[in-house]
């Protein structure tokens, strides 16, 4: 059974750092790709940055362009997303998603504005900065 496993999330100040990390198991399948989505209380889900693993084109949001890093890790269908200087605005439900059954032809940017594409999610992880 396949399974998208999270880990990395808490509590952190503002100003501070976490690093989400994500792994695909229970399958031999390459992802075609990987990528990350929010989801804040009474907000709509946000796509924050994704990843096309065929030619390793990344699309990472506005809102967190600058303090937040995409990384596809050395072992096979892992990725991991460094946030620093993490600000209360990014309080939220995480998520990690993956694509397993379809090649895709849409950019980096276009899977993180819809999740058509995503056909295995994690379960979710909470991301708390306050002080």
């Known amino acids: 059974q396949v399974q998208v496993v999270e880990s990395g999330g808490g509590l952190v100040q503002p100003g501070g750092s976490l690093k989400l990390s994500c792994a695909i198991s229970?399958?031999?399948?390459?992802?075609?790709?990987m990528g990350w989505f929010r989801q804040a209380p009474g907000k709509e889900r946000e796509g924050i940055s994704c990843?096309?693993?065929?030619?390793?084109?990344?699309y990472i949001a506005d809102s967190v362009k600058g303090r937040f890093t995409f990384s596809r890790g050395d072992a096979k269908n892992t990725i991991s997303l460094q946030m620093n200087s993490l600000e209360p605005g990014d309080t939220a439900v995480y998520y990690c998603?993956?694509?397993?059954?379809?090649?895709?032809?849409?950019?980096?940017?276009?899977?993180?504005?819809?999740?058509?594409?995503?056909?295995?999610w994690g379960q979710g992880m909470q991301v708390t900065v306050s002080s």
């Open positions: 998603a993956a694509d397993l059954v379809w090649p895709l032809i849409t950019t980096a940017k276009d899977m993180c504005r819809s999740a058509s594409w995503v056909d295995n």
């Open positions: 229970g399958t031999t399948t390459d992802a075609f790709a």
């Open positions: 990843m096309r693993f065929n030619d390793g084109q990344i």
